[in-house]
């Protein structure tokens, strides 16, 4: 695939997850895919990303998630983000429900294997989000 179809493959990818539309997932990620929402935590196959994604953005009474920016090389693509959550529903971080909004910049590192999604790395603050959701 070229740097552009690698780069539209991953805003596809992050739009259906905007949408919430898991299901679209299954056509974009690769069999062997695997997704680490911190260095060492691995999320195994498209369902692994479905449960870790959907806990996460179900915390939310809304959410945007949309791509600032994307760099591409080889079957690498890294994506910048905003996340903005609104009204906290939830005790996902050990924080109870308090109806509070976060704001936060989110990278992601994504590789391509035969046209899909391999592997998908997130890097982002929690501190931050602990303190926007504590405070």
């Known amino acids: 695939m070229s740097l552009e179809q690698n780069k539209q493959l991953v805003r596809s990818f992050y739009e259906a997850i905007e ?12 069999k062997d895919f695997v997704f680490y929402n911190q260095v060492d ?16 953005f179900d915390s939310w009474e809304s959410y945007k998630f ?3 920016a994307l760099i591409a090389e080889g079957d690498k693509v890294a994506a910048y983000m905003l996340f903005e959550g609104r009204g906290y529903r939830s005790n996902l971080f050990g924080v109870p429900a308090n109806g509070k909004n976060i704001r936060i910049s989110i990278m992601m590192y994504l590789s391509i294997k035969d046209g899909k999604i391999v592997e998908k790395r997130a890097h982002f603050d929690m501190g931050d989000v602990m303190r926007q959701l504590a405070s």
Do not use: C, R, Y
């Not at 299901?23 to 974009?28: K, P, S």
């Not at 935590?41 to 996460?56: C, F, H, M, R, Y």
């Open 19 to 30: 949408k919430g539309d898991f299901e679209a997932l299954h056509d974009m990620v690769h």
């Open 66 to 68: 949309p791509v600032e």
């Open 41 to 56: 935590t691995a999320w195994p196959g498209v369902q692994g990303l479905i449960d870790s994604e959907k806990k996460n």
